[in-house]
């Protein structure tokens, strides 16, 4: 991999939860012109009072390396991971997906569904709400399958991540 061929990374931050840090860490983002691509955060630990924060973005890895290091000087950060270069990592996006169909093209939906092992987890005569779970690029084909079918709405979660083996972030 050449030095500024532009990669997807997703990095995992151990921030306080507490209010004010996800705008400082999206501020140091838009800043500096960076996109973010998806993002989610949670509390995860409530005694310790710590949220984990993961962030897809895209960049050279000199531009990668910049993101990470900022972050890291972020006074609440207490540590800044890249899942992608950090070893392996099992990372999965949640979505719900609306399919408006009748007839033959709802039995479509239905086949596609079981196919990509999408759950339906609402229904009415004119329409279902399917729940997928899996890697981006799944949900991505998922969706457009969906497409020509009636699709009528999509809500994701964004990415979450950890590092495979026994230690934390």
């Known amino acids: 991999m050449q030095n500024n061929d532009i990669r997807r990374h997703t990095i995992a931050i151990l921030v306080d939860n507490e209010a004010g840090v996800l705008a400082r860490v999206i501020g140091l983002f838009s800043g500096r012109g960076y996109?973010?691509?998806?993002?989610?955060?949670?509390?995860?630990?409530?005694?310790?009072?710590l949220s984990r924060i993961t962030i897809v973005t895209s960049g050279t890895m000199m531009i990668i390396e910049q993101i990470k290091a900022q972050l890291s000087r972020l006074v609440p950060v207490h540590k800044v991971s890249d899942l992608t270069l950090d070893g392996p990592s099992v990372s999965r996006?949640?979505?719900?997906?609306?399919?408006?169909?009748?007839?033959?093209?709802?039995?479509?939906?239905?086949?596609?569904?079981?196919?990509?092992?999408?759950?339906?987890?609402?229904?009415?005569?004119?329409?279902?709400?399917?729940e997928i779970v899996g890697a981006t690029d799944k949900l991505d084909a998922f969706i457009r399958l969906m497409e020509p079918l009636g699709l009528v709405d999509v809500s994701r979660t964004g990415v979450v991540a950890i590092a495979r083996g026994p230690k934390s972030l």
């Open 93 to 130: 996006e949640l979505a719900l997906v609306k399919v408006a169909a009748t007839g033959e093209k709802r039995v479509e939906s239905l086949r596609i569904a079981d196919i990509f092992r999408a759950r339906a987890v609402d229904s009415t005569n004119e329409s279902f709400v399917f």
């Open 35 to 49: 996109n973010i691509e998806s993002l989610t955060v949670a509390e995860v630990d409530p005694r310790e009072q």
